[in-house]
């Protein structure tokens, strides 16, 4: 199981983007899915997540309202739709997927197994 995020870029302030997060082979073990980030020079962090049972979504307080959190099963995709950016958005963007059947969206790095690349997401001001 590999996970492909795509959709970073350069964007101006108070623009958007979308990201999306593309599971190769079986997804039969993921079932949470979410997104992390880490800007420079800081600790990586929790974006948002969302549970695969019962589709609960969970969003960091800093990117509440702005940012929307979606998962489409039959795809095996998950998508990050990113509005009103501003400059403390700039990071690298980790989407990762969970192995324990939770109901629950898991913030903490540690509860995650699966982890793609990352993709850059630069907002400039």
């Known amino acids: 199981v590999q996970l492909q995020a795509y959709g970073g870029g350069l964007v101006q302030a108070g623009g958007s983007l979308r990201l999306s997060c593309a599971v190769s082979?079986?997804?039969?073990?993921?079932?949470?899915m979410g997104w992390f980030r880490q800007a420079p020079g800081k600790e990586r962090e929790f974006v948002a997540g969302?549970?695969?049972?019962?589709?609960?979504?969970q969003y960091a307080d800093s990117v509440k309202g702005r940012f929307t959190i979606s998962r489409d099963n039959a795809r095996k995709t998950i998508l990050l739709q990113m509005n009103s950016l501003n400059a403390e958005d700039t990071a690298v963007y980790y989407c990762?997927?969970?192995?324990?059947?939770?109901?629950?969206?898991?913030?903490?790095?540690?509860?995650?197994?699966?982890w793609g690349q990352g993709t850059l997401v630069t907002v400039s001001s």
């Open positions: 990762v997927g969970d192995r324990v059947r939770r109901m629950y969206v898991a913030r903490q790095s540690s509860s995650y197994y699966h």
């Open positions: 082979g079986s997804n039969s073990d993921i079932y949470g």
């Open positions: 969302i549970a695969r049972i019962g589709g609960d979504t």
